[in-house]
């Protein structure tokens, strides 16, 4: 029954069952769509990117705390000391294989007397060539 003012009790019921329904549809969506635009846009992590992590979060480490020359030597800087300092997270070192890794870079002046960064990761199935340990002090 409607009175004179609008609509009665029954389209007031009906009305908000359909918006109801409606935002339940939209919120499911959004999380669908949240989590597919997630996976699309989430990097595969590999071996080659685990290096280039380790390499841009070395530069990013000598150029916040290293205030001296590097001359003709060469600087370690060890993947815990990266994550220590919130340059790398420890899910960085990690594969979409779940093979852990750790490693280092090694920061030093090139022929042409540019600084220059050359990443080593030492993983259960993966070990770049020329990988040395005793740079992590074991």
Not at 18 to 31: E, G, H, M, P, R
Request: net charge negative; hydrophobic share 35%.
């Amino acid at each position: 029954m409607q009175n004179r003012l609008g609509f009665g009790l029954k389209e007031l019921i009906v009305y908000s069952a359909i918006l109801f329904i409606a935002l339940l549809f939209v919120v499911y969506n959004t999380k669908t769509l949240t989590k597919e635009f997630k996976e699309i846009n989430r990097k595969e992590i590999t071996y080659p990117v685990i290096e280039d992590s380790i390499k841009e979060a070395t530069l990013k480490y000598f150029d916040k705390f290293y205030k001296e020359e590097i001359g003709g030597g060469t600087i370690t800087v060890t993947s815990s000391n990266l994550v220590k300092y919130h340059l790398l997270k420890d899910e960085d070192m990690i594969t979409d294989q779940k093979d852990y890794c750790e490693g280092y870079g090694l920061i030093y002046r090139n022929r042409n007397n540019e600084i220059e960064v050359r990443p080593f990761i030492h993983c259960d199935s993966y070990e770049t060539k020329g990988y040395q340990s005793w740079r992590l002090g074991e």
